[in-house]
């Protein structure tokens, strides 16, 4: 339920965000498929936040494992860090 609320958001991206998408060559389509089909990781997730909630969304691309770090808000979800987990 999670994932299909921040995919249905516009989603926005940090400037760190940006630089890694851009660093490794990633489109928009395919950060929107990380976090659609991705597993939010709640243990590291901050869902008591009382404004935007922040997600951690654990997926894997070109068989790299990744961790995406999203901010949940009314309207927009913005993407504020991607990092391979296995560098």
Do not use: W
């Not at 989603?11 to 851009?22: G, T, V």
């Not at 922040?54 to 309207?75: A, P």
């Amino acid at each position: 339920r999670t994932v299909k609320n921040i995919s249905s958001k516009t989603i926005a991206h940090s400037n760190e965000a940006l630089n890694f998408i851009q660093q490794h060559a990633l489109d928009s389509t395919t950060v929107v498929n990380l976090i659609k089909y991705g597993n939010v990781d709640f243990s590291k997730s901050d869902t008591k936040r009382t404004s935007c909630k922040i997600y951690h969304i654990n997926n894997s691309y070109k068989n790299r494992d990744m961790e995406l770090r999203v901010e949940n808000c009314d309207s927009i979800a913005t993407v504020l860090s991607i990092n391979f987990l296995n560098p």
